[in-house]
């Protein structure tokens, strides 16, 4: 066997994402394609999968590539002759407690939302369908009838012969040694058969992905993790369409297997394999079975199904699969190698996702950018912290041992933490501060009043930190507050050609005067929002960008890659140069001018300005914004200084009442005031036109700018086919969290982006896009009737279109 000594993209790992990633390549855009394996096709991960196929997550894009893979096994067998065993089942899951049981019901009104039919059945409907279960502890079982299952190792060789078909070229036994690499792209792929010259390299060696990652100086921050299950002899009785089965209670799940049953489990003290490299050598091998391992599952999947105390085990499989700090997987280009793009990690929902990863990361490779809203398993969700070994085994232990617990709204992770503090983590917390965890950022969520234990309580319900939020959140409408947004990232942007650079890269026009701040969005081709954050320019060639925490490596990645060829234009990253206090309220003015002797007059200081104040003797970049709806400046303080400047701003806020407020009551202000949030009001999939945001957008200067044409193209006003709106529900038993289907005179229309409390209008506020196919207009909008269904429960909801609260800009902007 010959290598050829060039191709347009060489795939790495012939599992089962690198085979359907290949496959649409080389059905989809008759690409140049060549796929190589290490050892024999399937032989790493993807053979031994239980081949269990769900398809719901909590993402609406996630849910349809999953959505697709579906599509694409019922298909495969008739394009390549070869089966997929794909037998749509259905799934049960099962519930034994109330908790959970609203937990599906919140799924099931998820599903619907995202186009699928999810019921919910009772116990003895469960027992009529699954006869062998016993039953007697169910609340009931939620049942999506198009879930199945499928054979991983067939749909893998189905796909790969699939690619072949489309002229793609498979190599087994080549490994892949390392990159011929110059300045940050991959100029030759080296194998231990010779060289290949390429464009593009795809990085699907699975548990390998992190090492073949190494080799390009990317970080791929996934962790192996030993997972098992058995498979049993023949049980009498078990039909052979019996749907697959999960009971997250008992952290179990089941799938028919020639008349036995598979069955694995999910427990709370998983065992990761090596936090070094993976053997190169693991060709279709497992690890000795541990059945004092699994005999926690086996005790509970006997109480659920009785005859497996009696039947044999046929095998048990003892697999390593690898797994993710937050139970995603990862997609996409890596920030650290312009032409390498990974697809690995998956969770054990490889099979599931195979089909549909490949479709999506086709795309990506070939345009550039990802087809549709990626964020949740976008690889530049990561940071450095990322590449600490230690942590990520860590934290993708305790996503591991999670899988099956009840998903209480607003939980946060524990392990570890804290890692990353801003200068005011102590004084915070003697505060009674509450701290959440972003991007390994420790940020205050809520302040504990005195009597009340400092400390989130998980409820399905109004949670205990409710009144506490409640009062953060009027305290800044009526008196001030502060908040340590220390964890924002930041970077400057300098250069002769800056201006020039993020005129191209911005909707809005950021080319103002030096000393203005301009919110802005930054565009995808098809127009659709790919970063929302604040350009300030502090002087002719210097911006200073401010983005939310979790965004950072992304917006550095998006920002650096199109800054327009040739030109001389920098970007740093100061995240950790700067703390950031965002204080916030009526009061501000009279806080900030106590400490300061800088002009802060809105006549001195207007809106939109950024300029340098000295607080307490240091040096701080003031921007005049809001989030919340109120007069307020964001500060950005030398690192170093953060806490004689917060200390400052307290003592001199004393008499206006200041105290410091967390992200939650944040939350709760930027709802009532409409602002959209990046990741689940605003996302790739979403243009400014369709958010309401147009007012953002330069379309009337006549500068090109990314994502343009395609606005253009779409048009705007009555011939859009979603806008975003508001809705307010007023029953206070109502908990809205997102996701929950909008109702125009009882058709859905679409669904929730987000949803919380508005403690001043006292209502529940939703946001998401109305959809229809002729249009909406603002005729269309306002001569509906709004319902949104809450955990399938309907509830009469009210439009709004205008901001819920607001106060009157000449407040905000006095
Ligand atoms: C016990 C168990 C049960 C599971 N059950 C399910 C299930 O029910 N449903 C589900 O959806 N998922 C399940 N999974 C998960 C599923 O198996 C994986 O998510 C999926 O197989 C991952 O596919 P992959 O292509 O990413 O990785 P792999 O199949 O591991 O493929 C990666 C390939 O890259 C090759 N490679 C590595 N390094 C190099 C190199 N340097 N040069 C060339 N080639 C290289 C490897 O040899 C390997 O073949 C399960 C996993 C386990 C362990």
Redesign the pocket.
Known sequence: MTLPSQAAIVV????????STAYHLARDHKADVVL????K?????????????GQLRSSASITRVLKYSVDLYKGLEAETGLATGWKMTGCLRLATNADRWTEYKRLATTARSFGMDMQLLSPAEVKAMWPLMETGDLVGASWLPTDGQAS?SDITQSLAKGARMHGAKLYED????GFEMKDDRITAVK?NRGDIACDKVVN??????R??GAMAGINVPLQPVK???IITEKISGLATDAPTLRDPDRRT?F?EEVGGLVM?GYEPNPQAWTTGDVP?D??FRLFEDDYDHFEQHMAQAIARVPALETVGVKQM??????FTPDGNFILGVAPECANMFV??G?????????GGAGWVLAQWVVDGEAPLDLWVVDIRRFSNLHRDRQWVCERTLEAYGKHYTIGFPHEEYASGRPRIVSPLYERLKQQRAVFGSKLGWERPNWFALEGVEPKDVNSMGRQNWFAAVGDEHRHVREHVGIFDQSSFAKYELSGPDAAKALDWICANDVGKPVGRVTYTQLLNTRGGIEADLTVSRLAEEKFYIVTGTGFRTHDASWISDHIGEGLDARLTDVTEDFGTLSLMGPRARDVLSAVTGSDVSNAGFPFGHVREIIIAGHTVRALRVTYVGELGWELHVPIAATGEVFDALMAAGGKHDIRPVGYRALESLRLEKGYRAWGSDITPNDTPLEAGLSWAVKLRKNTDFVGRRALENVGGGASLKKRFAGFTVDDPEIVLLGRETILRNGEPVGYLTSGGYGYTVGKNIGYGYVRNADGVSNDFLASGSYELVVAMQRTPAKLHLEPLYDPAMERVKA
């Not at 699907?204 to 992905?209: D, K, N, S, V």
């Not at 499989?317 to 690898?322: A, F, L, M, Q, T």
């Open positions: 790495i790992g012939g599992g089962i994402i690198g085979c190589l394996e290490q050892g096709l399937t032989s790493g991960s993807t053979w031994h999968a239980a081949g269990l196929v991983p080549v490994r892949v040694t194998t699907c060696a699975g548990q390998w992905a090492q073949v997972h098992q299950y799940y799938k694995g190169n693991w060709e499989i003892n697999g390593p699969e690898s697809g690995a998956f969770n054990a929902f490889g099979i599931a996702s195979g």
